[in-house]
């Protein structure tokens, strides 16, 4: 299984609503990824987890928030965002070797309206 | 973070050879140049990478100036299915808490039928 899995594939959302987005690989990789890309424009990183732990944080505001719950699953939980936060949003998952991040593979990402 | 620069576009014409170019004239010794593409709809997608030497896979080449300070990412033969947004990254060797990818604005590649 070389692939990673994203839910749902769309999204929309009120101002006021609060969704989840989630991520899965089987790959057995430990490092996992949040992108943001906006259209016609290059993805953003958001969020590294490694080891299931937070190792990056790209100054996102607090309406976004991380979990990784087990080395397979990272959601992204989505409370009060703007208009400006639809967008995108790209999971990605690579091996770790020896301190070294192998290349990314990314899922099909979830496009979120915010109405 | 060293910065690439790649044309915004190029149209390729289906079964010929395409060379994608990328300039990174601020590169430091220990950024590797990995070569990234979008296809349409989809997430970015892994296509080569390298360091010094030029490289080859089932996917396309890379080719690495003796400098370092421009690199070449070539597809053989242009299929319809290549047609992306193709990204030249520079990343370091080794990353202490994680693995930064910053994508540049890559170059479109059309490719005529």
């Known amino acids: 299984d070389t692939e990673v899995t994203q839910t749902p594939k769309h999204l929309v959302m009120g101002m006021t609503n609060k969704k989840s987005l989630k991520c899965e690989q089987h790959m057995g990789h430990r490092a996992m990824y949040w992108y943001k890309q906006k259209a016609k424009k290059p993805p953003e990183l958001m969020f590294v987890y490694s080891y299931e732990k937070l190792s990056i944080n790209e100054s996102v505001p607090s309406r976004f928030s991380p979990e990784c719950p087990n080395s397979s699953l990272l959601n992204l939980h989505l409370h009060a965002l703007q208009p400006e936060d639809s967008a995108l949003y790209l999971c990605a998952s690579s091996r770790i070797q020896r301190g070294t991040y192998n290349e990314q593979f990314f899922g099909p990402g979830t496009r979120l309206t915010v109405l | 973070d060293a910065k690439t620069t790649q044309p915004n576009s190029m149209e390729s014409n289906e079964e010929e050879p395409v060379h994608l170019p990328c300039n990174h004239s601020?590169?430091?010794?220990?950024?590797?140049i990995h070569w990234y593409r979008q296809l349409p709809s989809q997430g970015p997608e892994y296509v080569i990478h390298?360091?010094?030497s030029n490289v080859n896979n089932r996917m396309a080449s890379l080719a690495i100036a003796e400098d370092r300070k421009s690199s070449t990412l070539i597809l053989h033969r242009a299929t319809l299915r290549d047609a992306a947004v193709y990204y030249c990254?520079?990343?370091?060797?080794?990353?202490?808490?994680?693995?930064?990818?910053?994508f540049g604005t890559g170059t479109r590649l059309a490719v005529r039928p």
């Open positions: 390298g360091l010094t």
């Open positions: 990254i520079l990343r370091p060797e080794k990353k202490s808490s994680g693995d930064k990818l910053t």
């Open positions: 601020t590169i430091s010794g220990t950024d590797y």
